[in-house]
């Protein structure tokens, strides 16, 4: 618990830092290592997991952070919405050219009773090729949110 209470406080640190720098995949990673963290701690209650935790959270918020602005937010949500699951819905960004590709899994009922969906994210930015796992949930307004 020790563990968790100072990984918490570097993370939110870090957190607090990467606002001040403005820089949105450098919050993404902040906040996702942040969540992670927990995340790791409570599924594997050692330093090991949380760290794990930590650092895939941190991958993940900063591809998700730097590259995803509000319209592949919103093709996003619409895979997650209309995509049938093992799927692919592919789009390419109008205004800097990153391609996406999004295969949702079927959906299932989330830790809070809330319907959620997995799915891998191929994301194609300046010409590199990076694979994401990710589980979207709805919130109490029916919209997909990444957890």
């Known amino acids: 618990m020790k563990v968790l209470q100072i990984v918490t406080v ?6 607090l830092s990467s606002c001040m720098m403005a820089n949105k995949g450098q919050m993404g990673a902040a906040g996702g290592a942040a969540g992670g963290a927990i995340i790791g701690q409570a599924i594997g ?11 895939i959270g941190g991958m993940l918020g900063y591809v998700l952070g730097n590259e995803m602005d509000k319209y592949d937010r919103q093709m996003l949500n619409s895979a997650y919405e209309s995509t049938p699951s093992g799927q692919t819905s592919t789009w390419v960004n109008p205004d800097h050219g990153n391609k996406y590709q999004v295969t949702p899994q079927q959906a299932y009922t989330g830790p809070q009773n809330q319907q959620c969906r997995k799915a891998e994210i191929l994301a194609v930015i300046d010409g590199r090729t990076e694979t994401t796992y990710t589980t979207a949930c709805r919130d109490i307004n029916g919209q997909w949110k990444l957890q």
């Open 10 to 15: 570097f993370l939110s640190f870090s957190l």
């Open 45 to 55: 209650n050692d330093t090991g997991s949380t760290l794990l935790g930590a650092a």
